[in-house]
């Protein structure tokens, strides 16, 4: 008798030789980390190894005669597995598979499963050999590993993207504040009556909402800077639940239960408020003939196990649930990657998500997306809280300043404007000219320190950050130190500033308007007047 593979020899031997057979049954029967056994042409077990009842759970007495089919769960037994396993093992001589097997209790393991074909020495078929692992901690450590990779690779994908989608949404501000800064002065120069009056301010409404498509990305990016505070939620969603009435339509009920117990949030209010909103219009979109809109929140306290993976603490959990058509798993993975959109042209930015997704990182929070094609959506964001009595009394070591008089800058100042961009210094310059003050434009840090150097009469700096060689809020560090009255306005289109670089300088978000302008001028010139 002969078999076609090496690792059927340790079941049969040649019969010429008794030692060398009770040396092959003695070895295969001592084996206990495979299941090593023989089967008969009609798939019946003929002989049983220890491995064989480590890892089944059968003993040779209880098992010595069964069908082989045994060990297949019920659905491949169903589909004919085992027979067309054996089947193959028969044309071709041998068949390595893997599945799921089950054992003497009922339990299932994830199995490599070897069949060879035994013929004797007359080259007649007379049954099989077959060899079993249980390779289950294997498969689980290749799918944890899989899992492992999955992440790292979507972390580098959203990164990517946010560095991207920051620096266009950086020189697209950049853009718009050109736009913004000649409508204002062609409004100025219009004739109140003049037609073109319209015009200009429908232009100047597009500018705004590109101002706001901007805050979504910069959202997503996680390149905004946040108002973070306490937000009692209960409250902010009391508030807009008539404006979301209107929004939505008489076709949307709306829905809102909270606790009375319910902890405040720390994040921005004005960004959680728009959060909600797309959540909301993206539930209508999904509930074309109407339905029910749930928002409910509820306080969780989250361990080092659970499955959003925050640090362990007390959290807020705001859900916006509807009864629309749901997500499948491809769509879910991807709702949340800026510009992509279920919606049709025109319909949707892409951004709604990205936005939600962005403000909850950055609020030290998770968004978690539950969704079933058919079942409807449930969108869920966990925020840090704060407990009712931290923040009542967040702001008690707020220092008071005495009241000042109204601030009323001078007719005209000296002001030194610094942006890298021809385009935008160019705009600002002639904003500032008209408003009545003397301009010096330059293109770098190295170039206002120049003029600061010589210029003892400049009342004012106004830069940009995201500038080549020494940024903005370096520029505010350096004059902070060497010039520490002089009033500073500190303008971006996006950039994470940090605070000991910027600290003495008025913030100025790009795109803006004449009167934001000149609203953070007056500030700039107040502020140092009350740390003088």
Aim: hydrophobic fraction near 40%; charge should be negative.
């Amino acid at each position: 008798m002969r078999m076609e593979n090496l690792s059927a020899k340790f079941v049969v031997a040649s019969p010429s030789s008794l030692t060398a057979e009770n040396q092959y049954r003695l070895l295969v029967e001592s084996i206990t980390d495979y299941a090593i056994f023989m089967l008969d042409p009609e798939g019946r077990v003929v002989s049983w190894n220890l491995g064989a009842e480590r890892i089944k759970g059968y003993t040779a007495e209880e098992i010595i005669g069964k069908h082989f089919s045994l060990f297949y769960t019920q659905a491949d037994r169903d589909a004919g597995m085992p027979q067309k396993n054996l089947m193959r093992a028969l044309s071709e001589g041998r068949v390595e598979s893997e599945g799921w097997r089950v054992r003497k209790d009922g339990s299932r393991f994830w199995a490599n499963v070897v069949v060879d074909r035994i013929l004797d020495d007359y080259g007649q078929w007379v049954g099989f050999a077959k060899i079993t692992r249980d390779v289950t901690d294997q498969r689980d450590a290749a799918e944890e590993l899989d899992r492992a990779r999955e992440a790292l690779f979507q972390s580098q994908k959203t990164e990517a993207i946010g560095k991207l989608t920051g620096g266009v949404a950086h020189d697209f501000n950049n853009l718009l504040m050109v736009i913004q800064s000649c409508l204002d002065m062609v409004e100025l120069k219009l004739p109140h009556e003049s037609p073109l009056r319209k015009l200009v301010q429908n232009a100047q409404s597009a500018v705004q909402r590109g101002a706001a498509l901007t805050q979504r990305m910069l959202a997503f990016a996680r390149k905004q800077k946040l108002r973070v505070a306490p937000v009692d939620i209960a409250s902010l969603v009391a508030n807009m639940t008539e404006l979301l009435r209107r929004s939505l339509g008489p076709r949307v009920n709306i829905t809102t239960m909270f606790p009375p117990s319910l902890h405040s949030v720390k994040t921005d209010a004005n960004q959680l408020e728009l959060a909600l909103m797309n959540l909301a219009v993206n539930a209508r979109d999904a509930m074309p003939e109407g339905g029910e809109l749930t928002i409910t929140a509820r306080n969780v306290i989250i361990d080092a196990t659970h499955s959003t993976q925050l640090a362990p603490g007390e959290y807020v959990c705001l859900s916006v649930t509807d009864e629309g058509e749901g997500m499948d798993e491809e769509t879910q993975v991807k709702a949340t990657e800026p510009f992509f959109t279920t919606k049709g042209v025109g319909k949707g930015t892409g951004l709604g998500l990205s936005m939600v997704h962005g403000l909850t990182e950055q609020s030290g929070g998770r968004l978690v997306i539950k969704s079933s094609k058919g079942f409807g959506t449930r969108v869920e964001m966990w925020l840090p809280s704060v407990r009712p009595q931290l923040a009542d009394h967040a702001n008690d070591t707020a220092p008071v300043l005495t009241s000042l008089k109204p601030f009323v800058a001078p007719h005209s100042l000296y002001i030194v404007m610094v942006d890298d961009d021809p385009l935008v210094r160019n705009a600002t310059g002639a904003v500032l000219q008209d408003l009545g003050h003397r301009v010096t434009e330059v293109a770098s840090a190295e170039e206002a320190l120049q003029v600061l150097e010589t210029c003892p009469d400049v009342d004012m700096l106004i830069t940009d950050h995201a500038m080549p060689g020494m940024t903005g809020a370096q520029l505010v560090g350096e004059v902070n130190i060497r010039w520490p009255a002089l009033p500073v306005v500190l303008a971006t289109g996006y950039a994470e500033i940090p605070g000991d670089l910027s600290d003495g300088a008025t913030r100025l978000s790009k795109p803006y308007d004449r009167l934001g302008l000149v609203e953070a001028i007056a500030k700039a010139v107040e502020d140092r007047q009350v740390h003088a």
